[in-house]
């Protein structure tokens, strides 16, 4: 079994900074892709940001100079780093983790709710 716990989120007011992590543990041999989505009401979830283990990073347009992910592959954690945040990024924010157990399979965390507003 994988567990991905997620801490950080909260209220803020625009133009105000948070960081997320997500920490996973259990049964992982490897894990190749940490990123993270998020979903606001009436929306789709919606990719924010990918960090593979190799290869090229990626944001969503949206977020693109605001936002930052990083990962600590000794600690099995993904970070990110949200500066200037903007009422629309209300949502509820979600850590995915791609893993070898020893079968690639997805992960998912259980959301943390990010609210912008002043």
């Known amino acids: 079994q994988v567990q991905l716990v997620e801490s950080g989120g909260g209220l803020v007011q625009p133009g105000g900074s948070l960081r997320l992590s997500c920490a996973a543990s259990?049964?992982?041999?490897?894990?190749?892709?940490m990123g993270w989505y998020r979903q606001a009401p009436g929306k789709e979830r919606e990719l924010v940001a990918n960090m593979p283990n190799v290869g090229v990073t990626m944001y969503a347009d949206a977020v693109k100079g605001r936002f930052t992910i990083s990962r600590d592959n000794a600690k099995n954690t993904v970070y990110l780093q949200m500066n200037s945040l903007k009422p629309e990024d209300t949502a509820v924010y979600y850590c995915?983790?791609?893993?070898?157990?020893?079968?690639?399979?997805?992960?998912w965390g259980q959301g943390t709710q990010v609210t912008v507003s002043s």
């Open positions: 995915r983790i791609m893993a070898t157990t020893p079968f690639l399979k997805l992960f």
């Open positions: 259990g049964s992982i041999f490897s894990i190749r892709d």
